[in-house]
């Protein structure tokens, strides 16, 4: 099971200031589920982190990692996979991390490899769930309902 708190301790953990400003992990899909970033991002600016993640995620996935240089910064976005899983199939979360031009693209892809590997475990207990719920959102008239 994943823990709120436990994945933003965990996410939290990578950043280092000014260098890696934020992570977050996400659906393939685009749906933010935790994130850590430094005090001076904007909710916005994980917003925007985000999108742009799964966007070059759609684009440069197959490869098994995707990176951007961006307004942001670089970012690269790593699949969560665990030792089950297999080869080409499709992760069912995604870590994606912000840093600043000066962090070199083998360190960074280091650090996103360590955290999802200690990720891998948890949201591979995840994946028939993940993947047996529906992906588009609720209806406004059963948003109503659940009031």
């Known amino acids: 099971m994943l823990v709120l708190s436990t994945l933003h301790k965990l996410l939290s953990q990578v950043l280092s200031h000014p260098d890696i400003h934020s ?25 925007l982190l985000v999108g742009l993640s ?34 080409r199939e499709k992760p069912a979360m995604l870590l994606a991390m912000g840093a600043s031009d000066a962090v070199d693209w083998d360190e960074l892809e280091a650090k996103a490899r360590d955290v999802t590997a200690r990720l891998g475990r948890s949201v591979s207990k995840l994946r028939s769930p993940l993947t047996a719920a529906p992906h588009s959102p609720p209806s406004v008239a059963n948003a109503r309902l659940a009031r």
């Open 23 to 47: 992570a977050a992990l996400l659906t393939p899909e685009g749906q933010l589920v935790s994130f850590a970033c430094h005090p001076y991002r904007t909710k916005d600016d994980i917003r």
């Open 54 to 87: 799964s966007e070059v995620w759609q684009e440069e996935g197959d490869q098994g990692i995707a990176t951007v240089d961006s307004e942001l910064g670089r970012i690269i976005v790593y699949p969560v996979h665990s030792s089950s899983d297999q080869p």
